[in-house]
């Protein structure tokens, strides 16, 4: 007898590995390698976390309904075509088990979130990867990938762990090039930190499209990665789809009421946003000081290119700060192999991270 076995391709996927959290050796240590909120959470969101702890003997309201109702409030949505779940994350993985089986094929840029690759092939589907331009997504170069098996393409925009965007005007010819049974997914993970003039995070596209989504998440600016939540803004017909397909309590009690919490402090939200917004600027300054190359970044990490020398270059330049306490993130796994991505924290470890750099580049 044969023990139970996982359909084909499933090993050959390989798991997707988050941003360390621990480096021995240091007093103190920055996480500066998970893009979480430099100011923590809202108040108000702790607050209500808490409150929420006498119910935990209850079950959440499966529909979430205070929840996208305030979502629609605050973004201008319909309520009705909101799913939230369990990080945009779980938005990503339903969209593509509904929509994408063997023998399909899905396309995304290059340094795109590894996460649509491995939903894909979980699903027994192919990623394709199309080149990008300037570490930007290439419109002409996604289409260029799209065949009769393309059911899909996942657009992450700002991209990550790039920092890129593209503008509202390119993601339209995207979809105006894209066939009308091929799903558009607009990851805008990073959104809440746009301000741009030219860029929409694709909630119009949404409502002009039956074949687009767009998804967000809350553990950015809203800071509540540790709960898991975030939501996707669907056409009635797709949200009917992951309706059908979701657990019936995929989004937790405490996780609702914390959100809901952090939409109506918006004053929160614009002071991360601006927070970021300084310190990037500042760090990207200290950089280009330094003569170290950085991809221009709309979020709220920066991508930074090592030379490839020994001792300079982004494997030992990651294993030093590491050892000083300073955790960043390595990219070879998205073919950026010179480079490390650093999120923006909080102040003592950006400039904690700007010291031990300078150390080794010395500003000229």
């Known amino acids: 007898m044969t023990a139970p076995q996982p359909r084909p391709g499933i ?52 529909g979430s309904t205070a929840l996208r109702d305030k979502i629609a409030e605050v973004y201008g949505l319909e309520a009705s075509r909101i799913v939230c779940g369990a990080g945009s994350d779980e938005i990503l993985q339903l969209l593509t088990k509904a929509y994408v089986g063997e023998g399909d094929n899905i396309v995304q840029s290059d340094h795109g979130f590894l996460v649509y690759a491995l939903a ?21 170069a996604m289409l260029a990938l799209v065949n009769d098996q393309t059911r899909m393409m996942f657009v ?5 762990p790039t920092g890129s965007y593209i503008s509202e005007s390119e993601m339209l010819r995207l979809r105006q090039g894209l066939r009308d049974d091929i799903l558009l997914v607009i990851d ?12 929409n995070g694709g909630e119009r596209l949404v409502d002009q499209f039956d074949n687009v989504v ?19 803004y669907c056409p009635p017909a797709v949200a009917d789809v992951l309706n059908r397909i979701r657990g019936p309590f ?24 601006t927070f970021n917004r300084e310190e990037r600027n500042w760090m990207t300054s200290r950089l280009a000081a330094m003569g170290l190359g950085f991809a221009p970044s709309f979020a709220n990490f920066i991508l930074v290119k090592f030379p490839t ?15 000083e306490g ?37 500003s000229s």
């Open 11 to 62: 090993l050959d996927i390989k798991p997707y590995v988050p941003g360390a959290s621990s480096a021995s050796g240091a007093d103190r240590i920055f996480k500066l390698s998970s893009n979480e909120s430099a100011l923590g959470a809202s108040p108000k969101a702790i607050r209500a976390y808490n409150e929420a702890a006498g119910d935990l003997f209850s079950y959440p309201d499966g």
């Open 120 to 140: 894909a092939k979980s699903c027994g589907a192919e990623p394709r990867f199309a080149e990008e331009t300037n570490l930007t997504t290439n419109i002409d």
């Open 156 to 160: 992450a925009n700002p991209n990550n």
């Open 188 to 199: 805008a993970a990073y959104a809440e930190f746009m301000e741009q003039p030219d860029y």
């Open 214 to 232: 767009m998804t967000r998440t809350f553990s950015k600016i809203y800071g509540l990665a540790a709960l898991r939540l975030g939501w996707g």
């Open 250 to 273: 995929n989004v937790t009690l405490p996780a609702q009421a914390a959100g809901l919490a952090a939409l109506e402090d918006q004053d929160f939200v614009d002071r991360n946003r």
């Open 309 to 323: 020398a020994a001792g300079l270059n982004a494997k030992d330049i990651q294993a030093y700060l590491r050892s």
């Open 326 to 362: 300073v955790i960043v993130r390595e990219l070879g796994v998205y073919k950026l192999g010179d480079y490390l991505r650093v999120s923006i924290g909080e102040k003592a470890g950006n400039r904690k991270f700007i010291e031990l750099l300078t150390r080794k580049f010395p």
